[in-house]
T-cell receptor, first 110, second 114 residues
Framework: EAEVAQSPRYKITEKSQAVAFWCDPI?????LYWYRQILGQGPELLVQ????????DSQLPKDRFSAERLKGVDSTLKIQPAELGDSAMYLC????????FGQGTRLTVV | EDQVTQSPEALRLQEGESSSLNCSYT??????LFWYRQDPGKGPEFLFT???AGEEKEKERLKATLTKKESFLHITAPKPEDSATYLC???????????????FGGGTRVLVKP
């Protein structure tokens, strides 16, 4: 069964350091989402791609976050510099209609 | 403003005690309503899509229904393995972009005690 792959599963980083997350969507899915989920809350959209183009990054803190999806396949989300408040689960999803999620990256900023 | 609200925030059930979770939504251009299950430390797992008022979907002990303003997830005779957070999401036609726009509720944490 096809799955969305994310790495790493866990990441601990010091504040002011750079951190990057990787996502490989299900093959053939044009839409790719990056969500942030704080413990006890629902996921919040950071950025959405349609193929290689960003279609919604209105909630992405662009002073420190960046995302790319070169060639419209896998994607990278970067934070530089990381802040304590960035500690959360970062989820990648892909889909055509329904969105299917990966297992996420749990980020802890110390 | 587009909004999806889930209630209650948390639900404690005895094994076999049926209950319902609510997802109310105020969104424009609704294209569908999704339900997900999320286990601690894992990504959400897709359960159902509902497209129109009156539609129902079932999977094992779970049944999802949809009206024009809300959706319900009914858990019939739950077992401890049904313990999880249940998330709903409204799928909308975005104003300026292609694809879909998903807005999630805050989730309902369900604990089923044996």
């Amino acid at each position: 069964e096809a799955e969305v792959a994310q790495s790493p599963r866990y990441k601990i980083t010091e504040k002011s350091q750079a951190v990057a997350f990787w996502c490989d969507p299900i093959s053939g899915h044009a839409t790719l989402y990056w969500y942030r989920q704080i413990l006890g809350q629902g996921p919040e959209l950071l950025v959405q791609f349609q193929d290689e183009s960003v279609v919604d990054d209105s909630q992405l803190p662009k002073d420190r976050f960046s995302a790319e999806r070169l060639k419209g396949v896998d994607s990278t989300l970067k934070i530089q510099p990381a802040e304590l408040g960035d500690s959360a689960m970062y989820l990648c999803a892909s889909g055509t209609v329904e969105a299917f999620f990966g297992q996420g990256t749990r980020l802890t900023v110390v | 403003e587009d909004q999806v609200t889930q209630s209650p925030e948390a639900l404690r059930l005895q094994e076999g005690e049926s209950s319902s979770l609510n997802c109310s939504y105020t969104v424009s251009g609704l294209r569908g309503l999704f339900w997900y299950r999320q286990d601690p430390g894992k990504g959400p797992e897709f359960l159902f899509t509902l497209y129109s008022a009156g539609e129902e979907k079932e999977k094992e002990r779970l049944k999802a229904t949809l009206t024009k303003k809300e959706s319900f997830l009914h858990i019939t005779a739950p077992k401890p393995e049904d313990s999880a957070t249940y998330l709903c999401a409204a799928n909308q036609i975005p104003i300026k972009a292609a694809g879909n726009k998903l807005t999630f509720g805050g989730g309902t944490r369900v604990l089923v005690k044996p």
